[in-house]
């Protein structure tokens, strides 16, 4: 007996078991069932079964031991293969290294604390892959104080690969919550986390104008950002070899004491913006003319007091209805507060200059918009005035900024010039990624002033290691691909996406119809490819383990293809 499949023009063929026979001198075929409609794998099980061949099911063959998540591991892996990240780490194999590599992989795929770390990563393949299967809280806390050792050596590799002379750099800071009161470099500073009355450290990000991140520094807590950007120049200059270099910092960061010490620097431009006050004087001195803005949200002037730079001024009227929307609730805040302390007092309540003053001032200090207000404090009265002619004359200067550059003209255009500044929000990016949505710096636990440098530098790492992955993946993710239009569009207006980037967000879809991911769904998605450990059932002595990977989807190999056009 055999099967035949008979093919039909528009559908699926005809399955029919037959047996042969003769017939004289002649062969003839006899049809004993049709099979159409049984399933392909049940017409191949029938045919095995005529072939002598004998069948039982998969799972009396094989046992499986264990099933562990292979992909997203396998993704990290290829990118940084890519990267050469082994090579920029240290140029000798080492157990030091492999255990950098595998804390990094760790800290993209699941950020967690070093001992819970050493407990996660066995249950995948990244031990495996990075083979610090033995490893354990101690050895990863050496390979910490190793790395740190090495940082200005890799810090110094990044700068070669992404920064040239001539380059753009953006520099910003941030800061981190501590949890302990033990490390030197936890102070009280201003938090840019929230979190007030707590201990915390400040670190600098240095990147590339795309965002890629190239050297990181750790401060106390308490240091303020001008105080940080001198000691980024030496890096540039002297650590990098790098004395043709446009700096971009924002306004606090790059003071003008700042540029007076950057002025005497020959080879060495920036890029900053004039502080609110300052933009004030310019329009009351009337060198800033504020009706230049009917007709242009861009112009450039020069001043007496800003010698040998230009000011490129700029007007955002969405920005310029954000703040007064902003300025109008805040207000209306304060004097409900206000309202309610006036009414104590009335009623006997609150009694006293002193203590009224001190329920007043708790609320101008929460809402900081005191300056608005007029306020008349007696003994056993309260009497509170807006402000309208104050308030009147910074409204007038709302949307306007100002940016203040050391480069000719020839070198930068104006509009090149605002487009370089609004540049910082990808180091803002990065410090989001670093502090919340990826990797999770804080909070941060360690003690020793050393660790905390380098978990922070281990942070920098991954991130290097995701913001090539994103770069790669872009096409997968909910991200604009038209980066050539950020080159070229309005730099005053707001920022907008581009019909492509638009139509992905609807649609949640690819133009071939795969789901879309952002970084970490696209992660989880790829985890679902798991090398089982196998063995053969009923083997005599001694049965040998053998592993099978799950095959891929056509969407999980594309990207895995993806990262395979990471370069460096």
Not at 6 to 21: A, I, K
Not at 123 to 146: G, I, K, P, R, S
Not at 253 to 276: P, V
Not at 553 to 561: G, K, N, P, T
């Amino acid at each position: 007996m055999h099967i035949d499949a008979v093919p039909n023009r528009t559908s699926r063929p005809t399955y029919l078991l037959r047996e042969s026979y003769r017939e004289g001198r002649s062969v003839r075929k006899r049809t004993l069932a049709n099979l159409s409609a049984l399933s392909d794998e049940q017409i191949e099980a029938i045919r095995a079964v005529l072939a002598g061949v004998a069948v039982r099911p998969a799972q009396e063959l094989f046992e499986t031991l264990q099933s562990r998540p292979h992909g997203h591991a396998q993704a990290v892996r290829v990118a940084m293969q890519r990267l050469g990240f082994e090579a920029l780490i240290a140029s000798r194999p080492s157990p030091e290294r492999d255990r950098v590599c595998a804390m990094v992989a760790a800290r993209v795929l699941a950020p967690h604390t070093k001992l819970a770390t050493t407990r996660w990563w066995h249950n995948t393949t990244l031990a495996e892959e990075y083979a610090v299967a033995e490893a354990d809280e101690d050895d990863l806390y050496a390979a910490m104080d190793w790395l740190l050792e090495r940082q200005d050596r890799i810090e110094r590799k990044l700068a070669a690969r992404h920064l040239q002379q001539g380059a753009l750099a953006l520099y910003d800071l941030s800061s981190s919550y501590f949890e302990g009161s033990h490390c030197p470099l936890a102070k009280i500073g201003h938090s840019r986390d929230g979190k007030k009355n707590k201990l915390q450290v400040n670190y600098g990000l240095l990147t590339t104008r795309a965002g890629c991140p190239v050297a990181i520094s750790v401060y106390e807590g308490n240091t303020a950002d001008a105080k940080t950007l001198m000691p980024q120049v030496q890096k540039l200059r002297e650590g990098f070899g790098l004395q043709q270099l446009v700096l971009v910092g924002d306004r606090g960061m790059i003071s003008h004491k700042a540029i007076t010490e950057l002025r005497e620097l020959d080879g060495l431009a920036w890029i900053t913006a004039l502080k609110s006050s300052q933009i004030r004087t310019l329009v009351q001195g009337e060198a800033l003319q504020l009706g230049l803005f009917d007709d242009r949200n861009l112009f450039e002037l020069v001043h007496p007091d800003y010698p040998g730079e230009r000011l490129v001024a700029c007007r955002n009227p969405q920005l310029a209805k954000l703040r007064a929307y902003k300025r109008q609730a805040l207000l209306e805040a304060t004097m409900k507060e206000l309202d309610k302390v006036r009414c104590r007092v009335e009623r006997g309540a609150l009694k006293g200059q002193a203590a009224i003053g001190v329920c007043v001032g708790r609320v101008l200090n929460k809402y900081k918009v005191g300056k608005h207000f007029a306020l008349d404090i007696g003994e056993r009265h309260l009497h509170c005035q807006l402000l309208q002619e104050r308030i009147a004359a910074e409204a007038s200067l709302d949307g306007i900024y100002v940016i203040r550059t050391s480069l000719p003209k020839k070198q930068m255009s104006a509009a090149d010039t605002v487009r370089s500044y609004k540049a910082l929000a990808q180091v803002e990016r990065a410090f989001r990624s670093l502090k919340t949505v990826d990797l999770k710096v804080r909070p941060i636990h360690h003690r020793l002033e050393s660790r905390v440098r380098a978990h922070i530098f281990l942070c920098m790492l991954a991130y290097y290691v995701e913001w090539h992955m994103q770069q790669a993946w872009r096409e997968l993710l909910f991200a604009d691909e038209d980066l050539q239009a950020k080159l070229t569009r309005d730099p005053v207006a707001p920022a907008r996406r581009s019909e492509r980037a638009l139509q992905k967000i609807a649609q949640r879809t690819s133009e071939d119809g795969t789901p879309l991911h952002s970084f970490h769904t696209l992660l989880q998605d790829l985890s679902t490819i798991v090398r089982n450990t196998c063995i053969a059932r009923g083997a005599r002595t001694n049965p040998v383990p053998f592993q099978m990977v799950t095959t891929p989807s056509a969407s999980q190999h594309r990207a895995l293809q993806l990262l395979q056009t990471i370069t460096v």
